[in-house]
């Protein structure tokens, strides 16, 4: 994928989405393509009325997040009880600044309230019961269970019945093919160079209560800083904290490796130490970018001034003008 | 084939106020027995995991250390704490966030990390799976003194409330934590604190967050911190140490510049034990203070801050 010309032009504004990364047949629809373009087209929208790439990345993924089609907010998958518990998170590439919650109950887009925490508190991460009092401060509004919960959320939960390492070993898995949802995530940068990384994901079906992934996880699961790159992940969260997946690409990037490399060689690192499939998406400061993924679909899309590039299975890379 | 290796802090913060050595008698005192603790255990056949759950278990019972028993307060005035495990062995990990009335929050992420096919739990998620697991529960009560009390107050006395440098500010020992190497060369990593006093509600810091505050890699090393949490977090400290070493470079020096890189990029001050995969250890703190103790080849080593190296020899 090609970079801005020439290191004195402007910063070309930029934006790259994910829908999750899995190995499941009944992922790979039509109706996630579209989600993940609508989301590529919300995230554009605000850079290129010159807006910031907070705000640009956080529309990306509220968009992504009121999808049902997907599964973060609205669609997410259901804990071992049938309840929703959420994570998301955001980072500022130029402070490092951070903001994340996790096992957070019933709110509609968990990425705003991340962004709450990284903007009105001292802290990174909030989780559980203190998120939801945190929420309730910041006047953000609970919604009851059933506006979050799709039917096919609720489908995984009855057929999986509690099995949640039968649900890893199918999702994530490229060697095995059945019903898998996952994380949606956001990479932007805009005019000023400032680079934004956010996820959002309501974890795996069936997962025990509290069970928190690698989307909250600073440097686990997302990761931005403005002299390096931007990164957000999806796929096995417990085996992408084990290698610790987006920083480890941030460091391939710091050591002048491109996106695309990065991430090729970080997931490949994650399928050799732990057995596991995921996807990653990362820019770097001059614009390149990476979009890989060892699980069989990962739906994502990449706006950049003039063309929107889109695909879900390998290989794949649809181009239309933006 | 290295031997046994122990090295274990008690938390790194401010230089404390003189009248305060009655306070840095407990944590050397704590520090060492915790050691020696580990290391025994060690030379009688336990692993590099269960070696690092001891050391910490020992550390959280000891009411001078801001871990188990003796966690500073949340702004409700209750004790919510994080601990996490990491085995070197195929980067197995487990961690808690904001978990309550567990006695050792450290052993409740080992069940975690052997009975579950999770990494991390969190609130009341789990306690609820605390209460599954067999771990020991206590009344919220048990776990609070008499001088986490007066740090709350005093947080809530401050005009602006928390300050998110106040872990290495006031005087405040944080986080503590071991790494171990066992006969066999396996390494293990263990982290645990009560958090930052006057923390909002649910506040999760760099303790359990691996590749933050923990991490451990049998082909590389391992490395635990301590300090203000959030810029841990921020510049993810471990992984960065992880880094450096699998570079070549000895376990002081990825620690020191680590922690550079942190202070500069973020100002955050911390410290951090750190062990390669030959036994060699880093003891690095910019706080000014952080009670370590390291026992190795029959060597005890000890200190109240990464420059004050005590050494003596014992036989056990």
């Known amino acids: 994928m090609s970079s801005a010309d020439g290191a004195a032009a402007a910063i070309q504004p930029a934006l790259i989405v ?3 990364a899995v190995s499941a047949a009944s992922y790979a629809s039509d109706a996630r393509r579209k989600a993940v373009n609508a989301a590529a087209l919300a995230g554009w929208e605000i850079l290129q009325g010159n807006g910031s790439a907070l705000d640009a990345a956080e529309a990306a993924v509220r968009s992504m997040e009121d999808n049902p ?6 669609g997410c998958m259901l804990n071992e009880l049938g309840q929703v518990e959420l994570d998301a998170a955001i980072m500022h590439g130029r402070t490092l600044e951070c903001g994340a919650v996790a096992g957070v109950a019933n709110v509609k887009n968990p990425i705003s309230l991340a962004r709450k925490v990284m903007e009105k508190t001292s802290h990174c991460l909030i989780v559980g019961r203190g998120a939801n009092v945190f929420a309730d401060r910041q006047g953000i509004a609970t919604v009851p269970l059933e ?12 057929a999986l019945n509690g099995n949640y390492q039968n649900g890893c070993n199918d999702f994530f898995n490229p060697r095995t093919v059945e019903e898998a949802h996952d994380t949606v995530g956001a990479v932007a940068i805009d005019k000023h160079g400032d680079m934004v990384a956010a996820t959002s994901t309501g974890g795996n079906a069936a997962k025990l209560v509290g069970r928190v992934g690698d989307s909250p996880l600073v440097g686990v699961g997302l990761y931005s800083d403005n002299s390096t790159g931007c990164v957000s992940c999806t796929g096995h969260g417990e085996s992408i904290i084990k290698v610790h997946l987006a920083s480890r690409i941030s460091m391939y990037m710091e050591e ?3 996106p695309d490399e990065a991430t090729r060689k970080a997931l490949l690192y994650m399928q050799e130490r732990t057995g596991y499939g995921a996807g990653a998406i990362a820019m770097d400061k001059e614009g390149k970018v990476g979009i890989n993924f060892t699980t069989k679909y990962m739906a994502w899309a990449y706006i950049t001034e003039g063309k929107l590039q889109h695909g879900m299975l390998h290989k794949e890379s649809f181009t239309e003008i933006a | 084939m290295p031997g046994a290796v122990v090295l274990v802090h008690g938390g790194a913060g401010k230089i404390p106020k003189a009248n305060n050595d009655v306070d840095n008698q407990a944590r050397l005192y704590g520090v060492k027995s915790a050691a020696t603790a580990a290391y025994e255990a060690l030379l009688a056949g336990a692993s590099a995991v269960d070696a690092a759950e001891t050391a910490v278990r020992c550390l959280e019972d000891f009411p001078v250390f801001n871990a188990g028993v003796g966690s500073r307060l949340n702004l409700a005035g209750e004790v919510e704490m994080d601990a996490a495990i990491m085995d070197g062995r195929g980067l197995r990990a487990g961690a808690v966030g904001a978990v309550k009335n567990v006695k050792n929050p450290v052993s409740l992420a080992r069940k975690i990390m052997d009975l579950t096919p999770h990494v991390l739990l969190v609130g009341e998620g789990a306690s609820q799976f605390a209460q599954e697991s067999g771990v020991q529960l206590v009344p919220m009560q048990e776990l609070i003194t008499e001088k986490s009390r007066r ?5 809530k006395s401050l005009p602006f409330g928390i300050d998110p440098k106040a872990e290495e500010e006031e005087e405040e020992h944080g986080t503590v934590g071991a790494a171990v190497m066992d006969t066999a060369g396996n390494l293990a990593t263990s982290i645990s604190t009560g ?3 006057g923390k909002h509600v649910g506040r999760v810091g760099d303790s359990p967050i691996i590749g933050g505050g923990i991490y451990c890699d049998n082909m590389v090393g391992a490395a635990v911190a301590t300090g203000q949490g959030e810029s841990i977090i921020r510049t993810c400290l471990a992984n960065n140490i992880i880094q450096l070493m699998s570079t070549g470079m000895a376990p002081q020096q990825a620690g020191d510049s680590a922690l550079e890189t942190m202070r500069q990029r973020v100002s955050g001050l911390a410290g951090v034990i750190v062990l390669d995969r030959h036994g060699n250890s880093g003891i690095c703190c910019n706080t000014g203070h952080m009670s370590w103790a390291q026992l190795k080849d029959n060597e005890l080593s000890w200190g109240l801050s990464a420059d004050d190296r005590n050494t003596e020899e014992i036989s056990l």
């Open chain 1, 18 to 20: 994910h829908g999750g």
């Open chain 1, 69 to 74: 089609v997907l599964e973060a907010g609205t």
């Open chain 1, 147 to 158: 506006e979050l919960v799709s039917e096919s959320a609720l489908k995984e939960f009855r």
């Open chain 1, 256 to 258: 002048g490796i491109s």
């Open chain 2, 151 to 155: 740090a709350l107050a005093q947080v």
């Open chain 2, 195 to 197: 958090g930052i006093s």
